[in-house]
Every structure is written in structure tokens, then in C-alpha cells.
């Protein structure tokens, strides 16, 4: 009898433990999100000002000549460009991602383009792997604390 008592109070003492630690879990998450959410309210001014040049340079596309701004006729590939996750504490994110880049790669291959896809995020890669796709180029190990060299580095590429 004393022996069964023993044994229900260590499951119970292990139901809290673990009970504890999942809550800090959820705290450490619930902090992240908040220093993100910053980092994104901090980087509005630049976007705005990336879509206002974008849209200038757009409406004046008639007299300037760049890669940017022309159209190719018949393109035969289409750059891919996944953004994912290096760990699985985001949620559906990395799942929603991979789901609509499915979507974009059967859009573009029934339209005839060869899809080249370029992956950021151990998720992406390991999506990718687990089914023998073949991808142009992978970055990760960087999504919790990006860089401006990173980022020039993927658009470089």
C-alpha cells in the first residue's frame, strides 16, 4: 500500500515539474513574440520608403532600361524564395510557408516554368530533403537574430 502511495506521489511531483517548465517555455515564446513584434514595428519606415522608390521607379519605366523593370518575353525559370523557421517553436508558420510555397511551385509549373527554389530555415531544408527535392541554394541558423549581411547575401544570390 505504502508503496503505491510512493509511486502516485512521484507521478504527481513529475506532472508539476514538467507543468513548470512548459509554462517557462510559454513565457520565453511569449517574450520572443513581443521582440519581434518590435523589430517589425521598427523596420515600417523602411518599407515604406522600399515601396514608395519601387512605385516611383514603376510609374517611369518607359524611359529607363533595367533588369528590374523589363519584362522578359518567354521566361522559361522562376526563382523561388522560401523563408521558414530554424525551429519548430513558431507556431504554423513554417507549415503555413511550405503549404503556400507548394501552391506557388504547381502555379508556376503548370505555366510551363521551371521552378528554382531558394530556401532560408532548417524547416525549408529539411522539407525539401526529407523529399528528395533538389534546391539552387539554402541559408539557416539565422532566423532568430537576421542580419542586414545575411539579408544582402540572399539578394546578392
Excluded: C
Excluded at 504527481?12 to 515564446?29: F, N, P
Excluded at 513574440?33 to 512605385?55: D, F, L
Amino acid at each position: 500500500m505504502g508503496a503505491q502511495q510512493r509511486e502516485y506521489r512521484q507521478r504527481s511531483r513529475s506532472v508539476q515539474s514538467t507543468q513548470k517548465i512548459t509554462r517557462a517555455m510559454e513565457l520565453i515564446a511569449a517574450s520572443r513574440v513581443v521582440k519581434a513584434r518590435q523589430r517589425v514595428a521598427e523596420t515600417t519606415p523602411y518599407a515604406n520608403a522600399i515601396t514608395r522608390a519601387v512605385s516611383a521607379v514603376a510609374t517611369h519605366t518607359d524611359d529607363i532600361d533595367h533588369p528590374l523593370v523589363t519584362e522578359r518575353e518567354n521566361p522559361r525559370r522562376a526563382a523561388m524564395l522560401v523563408i521558414t523557421s530554424d525551429r519548430g517553436l513558431a507556431g504554423a508558420y513554417s507549415a503555413s510557408v511550405l503549404k503556400r510555397s507548394e501552391q506557388l511551385r504547381e502555379l508556376l509549373t503548370d505555366q510551363g516554368l521551371e521552378v528554382v527554389p531558394y530556401l532560408t530555415g532548417r524547416k525549408a531544408e529539411s522539407f525539401y530533403r526529407f523529399r528528395g527535392r533538389d534546391f539552387a541554394h539554402s541559408w539557416s541558423g539565422f532566423s532568430d537574430a537576421p542580419t542586414p549581411e545575411v539579408a544582402a547575401e540572399i539578394a546578392s544570390t
